[in-house]
C-alpha cells in the first residue's frame, strides 16, 4: 500500500473548525431551548429537559473539542505530476486519487471567516465531481491552484 500523502493543513484549520462546531452547536442550543421552554410550558416529562442539555454538552465535546483535532490530523494531500491524492474522513478515511487528465478547472473559494484567518478552500473539479482541499494559507493555495492547473494542461497535451 501506498504511504499517505505527505502535505498536511495548517493548524489554523484546527481552529476554524472550532468556530464552525461553536456556530453549529450555538443552533442546537437554541433549538434545545426551544425544546426545554415547551416541554416547562406543556407540563411534557422532564427527562426531554435532561436530554436536550445532554445533547448539547455533547456536541460542545465533540465537535469543539474532539473532532477537529481529529479532522487535523487525517486530512492529507498531495500533488503529483499526474495525479492528485487526497486524504480526508472522521470515522471513515477516505483516499482519492484524481488523475490530472481528469482535471476540468481549478477554484479557490474564502468565506469571511477564512479571510479572516488568511485561508481559503481549493475546488478541483472534474467531470464526475468536485473535490475539496480545505483550509490552505492563501498565497500557498493561490499558489497550489496554478501548479495544479500549469499540471492538468500539461497532462491534456500529452494525450
Known amino acids: 500500500m501506498r504511504a499517505q500523502p505527505q502535505n498536511q493543513l495548517p493548524k489554523k484549520a484546527v481552529t476554524v473548525w472550532r468556530l464552525y462546531g461553536f456556530f453549529q452547536t450555538m443552533i442546537l442550543a437554541l433549538l434545545a431551548a426551544g425544546a426545554v421552554f415547551l416541554t416547562i410550558k406543556f407540563n411534557w416529562p422532564v427527562w426531554i429537559q435532561w436530554l436536550m442539555i445532554a445533547i448539547v454538552v455533547l456536541s460542545i465535546i465533540c465537535s469543539i473539542i474532539i473532532f477537529p483535532n481529529i479532522r487535523w490530523k487525517i486530512w492529507r494531500y498531495e500533488v503529483r505530476e499526474q495525479e492528485i491524492e487526497i486524504q480526508s474522513g472522521l470515522f471513515i478515511?477516505?483516499?482519492?486519487?484524481?488523475?490530472?487528465?481528469?482535471?476540468?478547472?481549478?477554484d479557490t473559494e474564502q468565506g469571511p471567516i477564512l479571510k479572516k484567518y488568511n485561508l481559503a478552500n481549493i475546488s478541483i473539479s472534474?467531470?464526475?465531481?468536485?473535490?475539496?482541499?480545505?483550509?490552505?494559507?492563501?498565497?500557498?493555495a493561490d499558489m497550489l491552484r496554478m501548479k495544479i492547473s500549469e499540471l492538468a494542461r500539461v497532462a491534456d497535451d500529452d494525450v
Open 93 to 106: 478515511v477516505t483516499r482519492t486519487l484524481i488523475p490530472m487528465v481528469r482535471v476540468q478547472h481549478v
Open 126 to 140: 472534474s467531470a464526475a465531481t468536485v473535490h475539496t482541499i480545505p483550509m490552505l494559507e492563501l498565497e500557498y
